[in-house]
């Protein structure tokens, strides 16, 4: 078995593009030797700012031999069949094909034997097909080329067991081909010769001697390991941001962590639009000190050495922070001169959306339904309301302007500056939240209403204007406004009837002249339940028990619905709830072959006195006792309760499948014994609906 090792040697790829090259590369190669017959062991790509890297392992020198056969007509079948399957199988006569007695007659077999192919022809002819395939999100001509490739290629190393493939790739043009080869360059200043390579495990220690890094995750793990040690030894932490360091890790091949300092003078302004834009225009670590708060000191990767230390490194970039800092204390300096209210109608030139009005008009749709999810819920209304009025303002600030990942964060700076309550401003901070399965939820009352009110606003919005998700697309992230305000309802337990706060919200657009279409509170409802699979699948709970509850009705209140579900997943876990499940459905199965054979239903009452077995007796008993004690618990929402009322009809109802003949000679008896089966199933029924349920 033989090694195969591919890299593509170019200008600076996008950090962001590189990962996922990386992983199309080494999917578009694995699934071309796939096709091609070739098996292998194990495949591993590899990116950095300038290079993507292929290994892959036990290929074998030449692909299979291959024998196919093809059925073809009866001997003696008319020429024009005999013609168009020796057309269909590339044969030029009938003396090329085999005579076969199948037992059924004798036909014709077209027989044809493929040689194997070297392995190295067949890597030759994948590479610059898969080159062209490689979904770049951008790609470039240079120079007179025709062809488009993410950045200007240099050079391509192609080794099949150490020796170089015949073959390259057409740049198009007057630009010369890109011929394979068996040489690469180290880092761009550090290292620049070229020098060649015979085998993937050369390869990765001569870059490494060339001051590259190959691996990415190694060097994420050396920027991280080495920017704690640079904090820790000024007694600070490293504020963690993984996002950053993925990024970092593609912009540098040899990283060098950095620290530097931060003027004092920029530490009044609020620690998230520092570290905002330390991050989104300097790519820099912030540090904590050991009260959690922002140090005035910056951590930079570099992505090369020098004599000093970096001690020149570090200046220019302390000098660059410098200007970046200055905007942005004059932007929070200016921001505080207006007070939130002030610019609150400014709301009215931004467009929320073309068919649902202004932000202005958004914030006074989550004002009204802040205050009614308030009531609902006992948090202060004139709080909610509010900060629902505020919670949009900071988005016409300067510094909300340069940094849009900080809205609703300024709100609150600005809300606590001009003596707003700590309640109101960190309602304003949370009412974004929570923005994915990882954010914090909010818990607070006041935040919780104003957050339930924006997300609701929004969904009711789309869908009254028939904007919904479909299939991949959700450009509104309706489905993760959904996923929030289930969050925030189940997080906090809130008893919180969603259908009337979908009318409520639905009325303040209609009220507002916008989304006058029919009531949008059914879709929602089957649009939440949908969602609502998706949370409990995480945790382990199958669809169909959240169809079979939600089929009942009443699935507004998320809190009982789920209190059902789970009292449910635990009472078909069981043994006495999985033979009850059985029964159903043998039940059920029962009662609809015989209700289309009669073409009548067999819903009525059970008529007690012609009950005639003692089975049939102990289950129509049974029956009414289970169902008079899970009444109460029902309504009470003791779900596990009512379900272990249930699992008493176990016994009852195998010895009724056991000993009695349900379609009995005597019709009257027969129909009674089809009731009871029927009442089997709306007893159940009654706690979930049991057909929905699988297995």
Same mark, same amino acid.
């Given at each position: 078995?033989?090694?195969?090792?591919?890299?593509?040697?170019?200008?600076?790829?996008?950090?962001?593009?590189?990962?996922?090259?990386?992983?199309?590369?080494?999917?578009?190669?694995?699934?071309?030797?796939?096709?091609?017959?070739?098996?292998?062991?194990?495949?591993?790509?590899?990116?950095?700012?300038?290079?993507?890297?292929?290994?892959?392992?036990?290929?074998?020198?030449?692909?299979?031999?291959?024998?196919?056969?093809?059925k073809g007509p009866r001997v003696g079948s008319p020429e024009?069949?005999?013609?168009?399957?020796?057309?269909?199988?590339?044969?030029?006569?009938?003396?090329?094909?085999?005579?076969?007695?199948?037992?059924?007659?004798?036909?014709?077999?077209?027989?044809?034997?493929?040689?194997?192919?070297?392995?190295?022809?067949?890597?030759?002819?994948?590479?610059?097909?898969?080159?062209?395939?490689?979904?770049?999100?951008?790609?470039?001509?240079?120079?007179?080329?025709?062809?488009?490739?993410?950045?200007?290629?240099?050079?391509?190393?192609?080794?099949?067991?150490?020796?170089?493939?015949?073959?390259?790739?057409?740049?198009?043009?007057?630009?010369?081909?890109?011929?394979?080869?068996?040489?690469?360059?180290?880092?761009?200043?550090?290292?620049?010769?070229?020098?060649?390579?015979?085998?993937?495990?050369?390869?990765?220690?001569?870059?490494?001697?060339?001051?590259?890094?190959?691996?990415?995750?190694?060097?994420?793990?050396?920027?991280?390991?080495?920017?704690?040690?640079?904090?820790?030894?000024?007694?600070?932490?490293?504020?963690?941001?993984?996002?950053?360091?993925?990024?970092?890790?593609?912009?540098?091949?040899?990283?060098?962590?950095?620290?530097?300092?931060?003027?004092?003078?920029?530490?009044?302004?609020?620690?998230?639009?520092?570290?905002?834009?330390?991050?989104?225009?300097?790519?820099?670590?912030?540090?904590?000190?050991?009260?959690?708060?922002?140090?005035?000191?910056?951590?930079?990767?570099?992505?090369?050495?020098?004599?000093?230390?970096?001690?020149?490194?570090?200046?220019?970039?302390?000098?660059?922070?410098?200007?970046?800092?200055?905007?942005?204390?004059?932007?929070?300096?200016?921001?505080?001169?207006?007070?939130?209210?002030?610019?609150?109608?400014?709301?009215?030139?931004?467009?929320?959306?073309?068919?649902?009005?202004?932000?202005?008009?958004?914030? /006074?749709? !989550?004002?009204?339904? &802040?205050?009614?999810?308030?009531? $609902?819920?006992?948090? %202060?209304?004139? #709080?909610?309301? *509010? =900060?629902?009025?505020?919670?949009?303002?900071?988005?016409?600030?300067?510094?909300?302007?340069?940094?849009?990942?900080?809205?609703?964060?300024?709100?609150?700076?600005?809300?606590?500056?001009?003596?707003?309550?700590?309640?109101?401003?960190?309602?304003?901070?949370?009412?974004?939240?929570?923005?994915?399965?990882?954010?914090?939820?909010?818990?607070?009352?006041?935040?919780?209403?104003?957050?339930?009110?924006?997300?609701?606003? /929004?969904? !009711?919005?789309?869908? &009254?204007?028939?904007?919904?998700? $479909?299939?991949?697309? %959700?450009?509104? #992230?309706?489905? *993760? =406004?959904?996923?929030?305000?289930?969050?925030?309802?189940?997080?906090?337990?809130?008893?919180?009837?969603?259908?009337?706060?979908?009318?409520?919200?639905?009325?303040?657009?209609?009220?507002?002249?916008?989304?006058?279409?029919?009531?949008?509170?059914?879709?929602?409802?089957?649009?939440?339940?949908?969602?609502?699979?998706?949370?409990?699948?995480?945790?382990?709970?199958?669809?169909?028990?959240?169809?079979?509850?939600?089929?009942?009705?009443?699935?507004?209140?998320?809190?009982?619905?789920?209190?059902?579900?789970?009292?449910?997943?635990?009472?078909?876990?069981?043994?006495?709830?999985?033979?009850?499940?059985?029964?159903?459905?043998?039940a059920s199965n029962i009662v609809r072959i015989e209700e289309?054979?009669?073409?009548?239903?067999?819903?009525?009452?059970?008529?007690?006195?012609?009950?005639?077995?003692?089975?049939?007796?102990?289950?129509?008993?049974?029956?009414?006792?289970?169902?008079?004690?899970?009444?109460?618990?029902?309504?009470?929402?003791?779900?596990t309760g009512a379900m272990a009322a249930l699992a008493n009809?176990?016994?009852?109802?195998?010895?009724?499948?056991?000993?009695?003949?349900?379609?009995?000679?005597?019709?009257?008896?027969?129909?009674?014994?089809?009731?009871?089966?029927?009442?089997?199933?709306?007893?159940?029924?009654?706690?979930?609906?049991?057909?929905?349920?699988?297995?």
């Amino acid at each position: 078995m033989t090694e195969f090792l591919l890299e593509f040697f170019s200008e600076e790829i996008p950090a962001r593009m590189q990962a996922r090259a990386a992983d199309d590369l080494k999917r578009l190669v694995t699934d071309a030797l796939t096709a091609n017959g070739l098996s292998f062991t194990a495949a591993a790509a590899h990116s950095t700012p300038r290079r993507l890297a292929l290994v892959v392992d036990g290929l074998p020198e030449r692909t299979a031999d291959v024998r196919e056969e093809k059925k073809g007509p009866r001997v003696g079948s008319p020429e024009q069949a005999v013609v168009g399957f020796l057309k269909s199988a590339g044969l030029a006569s009938l003396d090329q094909c085999e005579q076969r007695d199948t037992g059924k007659g004798v036909f014709y077999f077209a027989v044809t034997e493929k040689a194997g192919r070297a392995t190295a022809e067949v890597l030759a002819e994948i590479i610059p097909t898969v080159m062209a395939a490689l979904p770049w999100p951008k790609s470039m001509r240079w120079g007179t080329g025709t062809v488009r490739w993410v950045r200007p290629l240099h050079s391509i190393i192609a080794l099949f067991g150490g020796t170089i493939l015949d073959g390259g790739f057409e740049i198009g043009g007057a630009q010369p081909r890109v011929v394979f080869g068996n040489s690469t360059r180290g880092h761009r200043f550090l290292a620049p010769d070229a020098f060649t390579v015979d085998s993937f495990a050369d390869y990765q220690a001569k870059l490494l001697a060339a001051k590259v890094v190959l691996d990415r995750d190694a060097r994420k793990a050396k920027i991280k390991a080495d920017a704690e040690a640079l904090a820790a030894r000024e007694g600070l932490t490293l504020s963690p941001d993984e996002a950053l360091l993925d990024e970092v890790a593609g912009l540098v091949e040899w990283p060098v962590a950095l620290i530097g300092s931060i003027d004092e003078s920029f530490m009044d302004v609020p620690s998230e639009v520092l570290i905002t834009s330390m991050r989104t225009h300097q790519k820099y670590f912030a540090a904590l000190d050991s009260a959690g708060k922002m140090a005035p000191r910056f951590i930079v990767v570099a992505n090369t050495e020098t004599v000093d230390g970096g001690k020149a490194i570090v200046a220019g970039n302390e000098r660059v922070l410098r200007a970046r800092l200055s905007d942005a204390k004059f932007f929070w300096d200016q921001d505080r001169k207006t007070k939130l209210e002030a610019r609150v109608p400014a709301l009215e030139k931004i467009t929320f959306h073309a068919k649902l009005g202004t932000v202005a008009e958004k914030v /006074t749709r !989550v004002q009204l339904l &802040a205050a009614e999810i308030a009531r $609902t819920i006992g948090a %202060d209304v004139d #709080a909610a309301s *509010r =900060a629902s009025l505020l919670c949009k303002a900071d988005l016409v600030t300067e510094v909300v302007g340069e940094f849009p990942e900080v809205q609703g964060i300024m709100g609150r700076y600005y809300a606590l500056g001009q003596g707003e309550s700590a309640e109101v401003a960190d309602a304003i901070a949370a009412h974004y939240k929570p923005v994915g399965p990882s954010d914090s939820c909010p818990t607070a009352p006041v935040s919780v209403a104003v957050a339930l009110a924006d997300k609701i606003d /929004t969904l !009711v919005g789309f869908f &009254a204007i028939d904007d919904k998700p $479909t299939g991949s697309k %959700d450009p509104y #992230a309706l489905r *993760r =406004a959904a996923l929030g305000v289930i969050r925030l309802v189940l997080e906090n337990g809130l008893r919180l009837p969603l259908s009337a706060v979908f009318t409520a919200a639905h009325g303040a657009y209609t009220v507002g002249g916008f989304a006058a279409s029919g009531s949008v509170s059914g879709d929602l409802i089957a649009f939440f339940a949908d969602r609502l699979k998706v949370v409990l699948r995480e945790q382990g709970v199958r669809h169909d028990l959240v169809d079979a509850v939600f089929a009942l009705g009443g699935g507004d209140d998320l809190v009982r619905l789920l209190a059902r579900v789970k009292a449910l997943q635990a009472f078909v876990g069981s043994d006495e709830g999985a033979n009850l499940l059985a029964a159903y459905k043998r039940a059920s199965n029962i009662v609809r072959i015989e209700e289309k054979k009669d073409g009548a239903s067999f819903d009525q009452p059970v008529e007690a006195d012609r009950l005639d077995l003692a089975e049939e007796q102990a289950l129509f008993a049974a029956l009414n006792a289970a169902s008079a004690t899970a009444a109460p618990l029902l309504a009470a929402e003791d779900f596990t309760g009512a379900m272990a009322a249930l699992a008493n009809l176990r016994g009852p109802v195998d010895d009724f499948f056991t000993k009695v003949t349900v379609n009995a000679d005597d019709a009257g008896l027969r129909v009674n014994r089809l009731r009871l089966l029927t009442q089997i199933r709306a007893t159940l029924n009654a706690v979930a609906d049991f057909s929905k349920i699988e297995g």
